[in-house]
């Protein structure tokens, strides 16, 4: 089983920052994509932003130049710089690793249970 735990979200007032953080435990042999997602009520899934296990990155148009997406192998975590927060952030942000297991099976998907991300004034 692989698990993985998000951390770092909460309120902020728009023009505010926040770092969010995601954490992969368990049976993991490598992690190949990691990534962002947000859900705001009544809204499907978007991608916020992806990174490659090579630190290639990818992210939506409504976040370039304001988020950053980072990661940190050694620990199997994943981080979303997010600044310049906008009310239309607001969401719920789930992360998303590729994981292998073991070197005999192949990649799987695994999500983190989301964190509350609240842009008001």
């Known amino acids: 089983q692989v698990q993985l735990v998000e951390s770092g979200g909460g309120l902020v007032q728009p023009g505010g920052s926040l770092r969010l953080s995601c954490a992969a435990s368990?049976?993991?042999?490598?992690?190949?994509?990691m990534g962002w997602y947000r859900q705001a009520p009544g809204k499907q899934r978007e991608l916020v932003a992806t990174i490659t296990s090579g630190g290639s990155t990818n992210y939506a148009d409504s976040v370039k130049g304001r988020f950053t997406i980072s990661r940190d192998n050694a620990k199997n975590t994943v981080y979303l710089q997010m600044n310049s927060l906008k009310p239309e952030d607001t969401a719920d942000y789930y992360c998303k690793m590729v994981v292998v297991r073991t070197t005999t099976s192949g990649p799987r998907v695994s999500w983190g249970q989301g964190t509350q991300v609240t842009v008001s004034s």
């Open positions: 368990g049976s993991i042999f490598s992690i190949n994509a």
